[in-house]
């Protein structure tokens, strides 16, 4: 809680007391005095985004009228049955905003070291008008957080600073339907070190990039990253000027989310086209077939017009992680992350991202090389070029419930729910057998729970938008799937991936077969089969997603990778 949350459920309790026991000494004085200290704390509150305090200010104003209208300097006696129950129903209501809002510190990383973070930014000058005017180059921010050895007495950042709560995490809010929604998270204390020294002789540290979702911010899975630096790892975030919230710069500008991603965004929502018939008939159909047919004519409907979130983003995001890949490689990166840079091992990684950013590492990992593990949170196949395709290194797919998108579309499944990619990451014919994709969903949790949100907000508040799996095992389930998955594959440790994170978590973590696809897919008639293979290379083509590819030989780090 923040002073102002203290300080206004003292001073609300202390006037509720007063109120109630009638026969107190200085009674008047002592309900004058809460009331004017619950109106200045929730003032406080307020002007300080934490607008849950808000609340605070209209109980307390009642408080100060109930006192003019009851003349609080006559001696009284009794119990105020009338005027006490209504009263106290006004400052629970005070109070209940910012309980199931609540503020407090990131959870405590799980490993040894302590963890630093520092900003910085990239400008990729051979690629000009990027969902901005036609002259800019694009402009990126990136996030790094890293094992350190901070001084003595250095403070943890914020979750967010100032200028990110005006900008980022209002952007963010109101796409969420609320813009000081999450602006109260600039209270929320992390755990890593601002700019604080890298780990002393450090160095061939495991290193990962991270694509965050679709018109989200960098920051989302902090609690993730502080986790995985605090074992040693370096995780570089990547924010996709455009397409993410308000891009906060250094020297003060601000790019805002695209306002054509807005527009087409609504136009989406609105839209009862056959396009989006065949989305939902790609997600939900019942049978295999149907599928099928909807992720095709869904695709090739974007493909068609060019579609900005389908089409344009798939390839932007994939051309920044590479850039910024390419960059830190070259060490050509600002003074103070070189040295980050430099105790990197930057042949051999890792790719993550959840939702949009999710799809962005898959197709990272059919892309570059240089790229052994991957792992996508949540996010469909947007790019497409793991459809049909098997990945060429261990890969984790991880699913929130498989209802909640069911639920999303409006429609009851018949059956058991399946997974929106499961033509994706696997070829047909022996989808479901490869040994090093894993596919593990987290019961009872909705699609935005893949990130810090559950943390700062509570039960039942939460349940629609975030699920109803309990925060530490949303949290906790995250961290050790991710982390050990890991370890196993980027860093070769021999550890019980997945099946002691399915037993730690019973409940709650369990894998998800791709059964039948490949019996269905061997039944069809061989040239079906023929005709269904030439037709999504064709799409894939359409995409020219080799234009991509880093200009490296094939001689990788995957040749040497850690067997399973």
């Not at 934490?50 to 100060?64: D, E, T």
Request: aromatic share 10%.
């Amino acid at each position: 809680m923040t002073w102002a949350d203290i300080f206004l459920i003292v001073a609300i309790i202390g006037f509720l007391a007063a109120w109630w026991i009638r026969g107190l000494a200085s009674r008047g004085k002592w309900l004058v005095g809460f009331a004017v200290l619950a109106l200045a704390a929730s003032l406080w509150g307020v002007l300080d985004n934490r607008w849950q305090a808000g609340v605070g200010v209209v109980v307390s104003v009642c408080f100060l009228l109930a006192l003019a209208i009851g003349h609080f300097g006559r001696k009284r006696t009794g119990v105020p049955y009338l005027s006490g129950p209504l009263l106290t129903v006004l400052g629970l209501t005070a109070i209940v905003p910012l309980i199931l809002f609540p503020v407090w510190r990131l959870p405590a990383p799980s490993g040894p070291h302590a963890v630093g973070v520092r900003t910085f930014e990239l400008e990729d000058a051979s690629r000009s008008g990027v969902f901005t005017k036609a002259d800019a180059p694009r402009r990126l921010l990136v996030r790094v957080w890293y094992p350190a050895e901070p001084a003595a007495g250095a403070t943890t950042r914020n979750y967010f600073d100032a200028g990110e709560t005006r900008t980022t995490a209002r952007t963010m809010g109101g796409l969420l339907g609320f813009g000081p929604l999450l602006s109260y998270m600039k209270h929320v204390r992390t755990n890593a070190f601002e700019d604080a020294p890298l780990l002393a002789d450090a160095h061939g540290l495991p290193t990962i990039f991270y694509s965050h979702g679709y018109t989200s911010f960098l920051g989302q899975n902090s609690a993730l990253f502080e986790d995985l630096a605090s074992h040693g790892y370096v995780v570089y975030s990547v924010q996709h000027t455009g397409d993410s919230s308000a891009t906060l710069f250094a020297d003060g500008t601000v790019v805002e989310i695209d306002p054509a991603l807005i527009e087409e965004s609504k136009k989406d929502a609105d839209d009862d086209s056959e396009t989006r018939k065949a989305m939902v008939q790609g997600a939900t159909g019942e049978t295999f077939d149907e599928r099928l047919a909807g992720q095709l004519k869904y695709a090739e409907d974007s493909l068609a017009r060019d579609d900005r979130i389908r089409v344009q983003s798939p390839r932007t995001w994939v051309a920044d992680q590479i850039f910024v890949h390419d960059r830190l490689q070259a060490g050509e990166v600002p003074e103070a992350i070189w040295p980050i840079a430099a105790a990197c091992d930057l042949t051999r990684t890792g790719e993550m991202g959840m939702s949009f950013g999710g799809a962005t590492a898959g197709t990272i990992a059919l892309l570059d090389p240089r790229c052994i593990a991957a792992i996508n949170m949540d996010g469909g196949d947007f790019h497409f070029l793991a459809f049909n395709a098997d990945m060429p290194v261990p890969f984790l797919m991880l699913h929130s419930d498989r209802s909640g998108l069911y639920s999303a579309m409006g429609v009851t499944p018949k059956g058991e729910p399946r997974s929106f990619n499961d033509f994706s990451y696997e070829r047909f014919a022996h989808a479901g057998q490869q040994q090093n994709v894993y596919r593990v969903e987290i019961k009872d949790s909705q699609h935005l729970g893949l990130s810090d949100f559950t943390l700062f907000m509570r039960r039942p508040l939460r349940d629609a938008l975030l699920g109803t799996t309990p925060t530490e095992v949303m949290i906790g389930a995250q961290n050790d799937l991710v982390r050990e998955f890991f370890d196993k594959f980027l860093r070769g440790k021999q550890n019980e991936f997945p099946e002691a994170q399915f037993k730690k978590y019973a409940e709650w973590v369990v894998p998800y077969k791709n059964t039948g696809l490949s019996e269905w897919w061997l039944a069809k008639p061989e040239e079906e089969r023929a005709d269904i293979e030439r037709r999504i290379e064709e799409l894939k083509a359409k995409v020219k997603w080799d234009e991509l590819r880093p200009n490296r030989s094939e001689e990788t780090a995957r040749e040497s990778q850690p067997e399973a």
